[in-house]
């Protein structure tokens, strides 16, 4: 298979999704108790790999990863929140039709007519230990998530000939506890460890690895828009038909549809009236006949 050559030079931002890794809140089935990780605690880091398997890391020191490329999508959920519930949908944009509005609780949501919800997410698709995973940062992370991304595309080198950005340096997450009034949850942090060629950056044969993934993400998405671009391009404009107002001889006046009386049409200059012949009350009680 021949992958077309990508040249980096766009910013990121769009997922190919898996489970995503996670930080833990309170609430999360992973510290609750009787769960099958009974050394969890809010604000350490669950990571979720491409293969399903599972990984659990304390919130200090945290994880260290490589982003390959971050993504942002409009995700499209449930009516009501629960922690598993899966996506309907994901959108490169905003539906038109979501307004934001209060619910019952008090708390402000993204909505769409059917009730369900629209969360803008962050995507951070990252190599831990050589192996795949992704992190989702919406809600109160969202913010966070592009910060992150902003910073993470300041990162560019040279490998092979080619100028790459984000996934040739390498970064550690933590959690800290954030509160705004009632509310406390743990919020990521990041770091800056290295870039390709740094003491703490990543090795040349990883961001190689990584390197080949991105391009070829990008190179799908690339083609992706392109082929949505085309589908949503602005069709011509159809031929008149009935029920509009069309140009003739004559003038048709416009109607309803739903009225199946032929059209109407009216010389737009009446016909010279012919000199009078014959007595103009030989006419009376015409317009009295039944025709």
């Not at 999360?28 to 979720?48: E, F, H, K, N, Y």
């Not at 990521?188 to 460890?193: Q, V």
Request: proline fraction near 9%; charge should be neutral; charged fraction near 30%.
């Amino acid at each position: 298979m021949t992958i077309e050559r990508y040249i980096d030079d766009k910013p990121d931002l769009d997922p190919r999704m898996m489970r995503p890794s996670t930080i833990l809140q309170a609430l999360s089935p992973a510290v609750a108790p009787g769960s099958d990780w009974p050394d969890a605690r809010p604000g350490d880091i669950m990571l979720s790999f491409e293969d399903g398997s599972e990984k659990l890391v304390p919130r200090v020191p945290g994880v260290t990863f490589l982003p390959v490329v971050c993504v942002e999508k409009a995700v499209e959920w449930p009516p009501e929140r629960g922690t598993r519930s899966a996506p309907v949908d994901h959108h490169d944009y905003v539906p038109l039709d979501a307004l934001w509005l209060v619910g019952d609780d008090g708390r402000k949501s993204c909505r769409r007519p059917n009730g369900n919800r629209i969360e803008k997410t962050v995507f951070v698709h990252a190599l831990v230990d050589g192996f795949k995973t992704t992190f989702a940062f919406k809600s109160t992370a969202y913010n966070s998530g592009q910060s992150f991304s902003r910073d993470a595309d300041k990162a560019r080198a040279e490998v092979d000939g080619e100028i790459v950005r984000v996934c040739v340096a390498l970064w550690r997450m933590t959690s800290e506890l954030e509160r705004k009034q009632a509310y406390t949850w743990y919020g990521p942090r990041f770091t800056k460890l290295g870039a390709l060629g740094e003491k703490n950056g990543p090795s040349l044969e990883l961001v190689r690895m990584a390197k080949t993934m991105r391009f070829e993400f990008k190179a799908e998405e690339e083609k992706r828009k392109a082929e949505r671009a085309a589908l949503s391009a602005v069709k011509p404009t159809p031929a008149l038909t009935r029920g509009t107002i069309s140009i003739t001889s004559g003038i048709e006046r416009p109607r309803s549809w739903a009225d199946p009386r032929p059209a109407e049409i009216v010389d737009p200059k009446p016909a010279a009236q012919p000199d009078k012949t014959v007595d103009p009350k030989l006419n009376d009680g015409l317009d009295d006949l039944p025709f």
